[in-house]
């Protein structure tokens, strides 16, 4: 399986599907928010064709990730019979459509170790099929309850398949104003599809990839005034906000608070920049009794009467993230447009003009997409917090040196396991900046090349006074006589800062000595974010000219506690 690449290349991507699927090419193309995509749509009606044969010509473009998108009553022939209410034969039919599920499913596997990744679309009755209501979800006769079960069937069979994806299309259609079916093209040029599915399957489509590669959002930052809570609290007083039952207005902040709520909980850094009074401002969303959120629900905040898009900068370097990460939400349209121009790196989404629409338009954001939720993500939010308690004994202690020492960091490494390969892949796909070659794989690719012969994987976990940092490293090499290079070394940035690649470098270095390496290698690739790690490294090399590690300068540091786990 080749690599996942990075976001500065164009990923090529394949689309098989039985109508014709040209327009989602276009629309995949054309877009200007990454990933760069260079897609091919293969001719229609030659699904199982594709997927079952190697050497189909639609796969001489090399595609890194296969999109299949298929209807139900064209792949699936039992299902079409249902439709026409053929009642006297349906039993045999719903189970026979669920055979000819199992069997694309096995194609769908069978193509996916081809590709990096596979994107399936599920299964949806076309929106103008009215079929007999009564009888559509009747087990063994229904066309909605055999849909169901097809679906289900798919997901059982691609779960253990970590590159195969199988996307919800039923909420694409659910989310249209208009028609997601096009008849008359349909009957011009087989184009099943409206223009506005087609757009909104692009966009669902690049979301998951920008999961994929690591470029999705990781920070929402929230102004309070009319964003947070209805009314000014420094005019209106915290009593007289609008906020929370019985008043309509002020449900519709707290259905807003739930829904920040909801996304901080799945790993979602919560920030606040707001104009405000700071000590009024805290101890309105401590003390309000209407509060979803409270102060420990974010992990830093700007409140003061500055700039917002500086205050944003001043953010970005406490949180020690790329602005890209941050998603800026404001109820003003002049504060918007400021950060826009000032900060195009921010997203910054247009509010909608009503309250009552903020919570519905928070959750349909796609810029959070994720591989997966694991327990850092759940915990990020504490970790960022004591990272604020740790700034602060720095700055009561007033000496780097003694700082470290009183953090007591510890550092357990271990060489990777099955438990920690979720992590450990997640790490090696979303971390840019501090990413010695940038290289992506999913679990199954990074698992079969650490079991290979003369190549070693280490993971390692950091933990302070102040508490667990997590699974915050990676780090491989292969061995080739007396040679080691160092194919992998990944560090989240919330240890950056700290000696912690230093230890982690050291324990590499000696790791691949105890193999027989006589001469320890690596060579930093140049991405648009990863400037940490190729100034890390280069201060390490003996003769930059062949990037040769001076043993000499990667000594774990004193004030770091190394642990091995076997």
């Known amino acids: 399986m080749t690599d996942i690449r990075t976001e500065s290349n164009a990923r090529r991507v394949l689309l098989v ?19 760069r995509l260079q897609t091919f749509a293969a001719p ?32 699936l022939p039992s299902v079409k019979k249902l439709l026409l209410c053929n009642f006297a034969s349906a039993p045999e039919e719903y189970d026979a459509a669920l055979r000819e599920a199992e069997q694309f499913g096995e194609a ?36 909605s309850n055999l849909l169901a079960k097809a679906n289900l069937l798919l997901a059982d069979k691609f ?35 409206s223009p506005q599915l087609f757009e909104k399957a692009a966009a669902e ?27 000014v609290v420094g005019d209106d007083g915290a009593q007289n906000l609008k906020l929370g039952a019985p008043d309509p207005l002020g449900e519709c902040f707290v259905a807003f608070q739930t829904a920040l709520k909801a996304f ?58 790329g602005l890209e990460s941050f998603v800026f939400l404001d109820d003003s349209p002049q504060e918007r447009d400021q950060v826009r121009q000032i900060l195009p790196q921010v997203y910054v989404p247009d509010m909608p003009a009503s309250p009552s629409l903020f919570a519905p338009f928070l959750t349909t954001l796609n810029c959070f997409e994720t591989q997966g939720v694991g327990k850092e993500d759940l915990e990020r939010t504490a970790m960022y917090q004591a990272e604020r308690g740790r700034k602060e004994a ?53 698992w079969n090349w650490s079991a290979e012969p003369n190549h070693s994987a280490y993971t390692f976990n950091v933990t302070d006074r102040f508490g667990d940092f997590g699974l915050v490293g990676l780090a491989s090499f292969a061995v080739t006589g007396s040679e080691a290079r160092i194919v992998d070394f990944v560090m989240s940035c919330r240890v950056m800062g700290k000696k912690v690649e230093e230890a982690l470098l050291g324990y590499t270095v000696n790791s691949a000595r105890a193999v027989g390496a006589e001469q320890v290698m690596a060579s930093p690739v140049e991405g648009p974010r990863n400037q940490p790690a190729r100034s890390f490294f280069a201060s390490k090399f003996s003769n930059p000219d062949v990037a040769s590690i001076d043993p000499i300068r990667v000594l774990i540091p004193p004030q770091i506690t190394m642990k091995e786990e076997s």
């Open 394 to 446: 720095l700055d009561l202690s007033g000496d780097v040196d003694n700082w470290l020492g009183s953090l007591q960091i510890e550092v357990r490494a271990a060489p990777l396991r099955r438990e920690s390969l979720v992590r450990a892949t997640q790490l090696l796909n979303k971390t840019n900046q501090f990413n010695l070659s940038l290289r992506r794989l999913d679990e199954s690719a990074f």
């Open 108 to 143: 769908v596997v069978a193509a996916s170790e081809r590709v990096c990744q596979v994107l399936v679309p599920t299964w949806v009755l076309p929106t103008h099929e009215r079929w007999i209501q009564t009888l559509t979800w009747r087990h063994g006769v229904g066309v």
């Open 159 to 193: 779960a253990a398949i970590e590159n195969i994806v199988l996307l919800d299309a039923a909420y694409w259609h659910a989310s249209l104003e208009r028609p997601a079916y096009d008849p008359r093209m349909y009957a011009v040029a087989k184009i099943l599809y």
């Open 264 to 321: 901080r909980s799945r790993g979602i850094l919560l920030t606040i920049c707001s104009k405000n009074d700071e000590s009024l401002a805290l101890s309105t969303i401590e003390e309000h009794p209407a509060m979803i959120l409270r102060k420990n629900d974010f992990v830093a905040w700007r409140i003061n009467w500055k700039d917002k898009a500086e205050n944003l900068l001043n953010l970005a370097e406490e949180l020690n993230l």
């Open 205 to 231: 489509i690049k979301a998951v990839l920008r999961g994929t590669l690591g470029l999705a959002k990781k920070v929402i930052v929230c102004d309070l005034d009319n964003t947070l809570w209805g009314g």
């Open 44 to 75: 229609y009606g030659q699904v199982y064709q594709i997927l079952l044969d190697a050497n189909h010509s639609a796969w001489s473009v090399r595609p890194e990730t296969l999109v299949v998108w298929t209807v139900p009553h064209l792949t």
């Open 17 to 35: 599907g039985d109508t014709t699927l040209d327009p989602l090419a276009r629309m995949l193309d054309k877009g200007s928010d990454a990933p």
